[in-house]
């Protein structure tokens, strides 16, 4: 079976903080993104990756980075976690040429 | 200060009725569409898919219908059970082609609940 594991489940953090979300995937997956979720909004793509050391902007990177040193693993960067940050994160990943993507169980994030 | 977010369709169903779920896209190109479920403290976990060339595909007890003149695609559930109460998605891809690179652009979601 697919594994995508993320570093925590439950965070909390101060404002200004900054914040690494961990995303680790066992398939050999070319493609990881992170999204995060709000209610009534569904799931917004943040940062995209397509193979080791690249990435592509998503919908909303403002205020994110990223980094994929390794194939396996995606990080999500908040260099200065802000309060509108707060939200459930979300990783995804997927084999090159196919849109299926598999996610793990999210880490949800306050940001006090 | 209060954040108001949207409120998602809920859609509220016996035990052992078919439920329907629907969903809107925009894009006319899309050629890839997808739904997920996705349970309380999880993940979204893939359903069902379907590709463009296609109006209808059957799953177990689920079967995606889609319609692209009016840009619409449905979710049908058979004799829905209360372990099927979650958030659905619809997702699109709008093709593998270009700088895609699976993107999905997600559906703000529908709330089943499933009584007894």
């Known amino acids: 079976d697919v594994k995508v594991t993320q570093s925590s489940r439950y965070l909390v953090k101060r404002t200004g903080e900054k914040v690494f979300l961990e995303c680790v995937q066992d398939m050999d997956h070319e493609n990881m993104f992170w999204y995060r979720q709000d209610p009534g909004l569904g799931l917004r793509l943040i940062y995209f990756?397509?193979?080791?050391?690249?990435?592509e902007k998503g919908d909303i990177p403002e205020g994110y980075s990223v980094s994929r040193e390794k194939k396996e693993r995606f990080s999500l960067i908040l260099e200065s976690a802000s309060t509108n940050q707060t939200s459930m994160y979300l990783c995804a990943s997927s084999w090159s040429g196919f849109n299926e993507q598999f996610f793990g169980p999210g880490t949800r994030l306050t940001v006090l | 200060g209060e954040s108001v977010g949207l409120h998602l369709p809920t859609l509220s169903v016996q035990e052992g009725d078919n439920s329907i779920i629907n969903c809107a896209y925009s894009?006319?190109?899309?050629?890839?569409f997808i739904w997920y479920k996705q349970e309380s403290g999880k993940g979204p976990q893939f359903i069902i898919d379907i590709r463009s060339n296609m109006d209808k595909r059957q799953g177990q007890r689920v079967t995606v219908l889609l319609n692209k003149t009016v840009k619409h695609l449905s979710l049908q559930i058979a004799a829905t059970q209360p372990g099927d109460s979650a958030v659905y998605f619809c997702?699109?891809?709008?093709?593998?082609?270009?700088?895609?690179?699976?993107?999905?652009?997600f559906g703000q979601g529908t709330i089943l609940t499933v009584h007894p």
């Open positions: 894009n006319s190109a899309s050629d890839y």
């Open positions: 990756s397509y193979d080791v050391k690249m990435k």
């Open positions: 997702a699109e891809n709008i093709g593998a082609g270009g700088t895609s690179y699976g993107k999905l652009t």
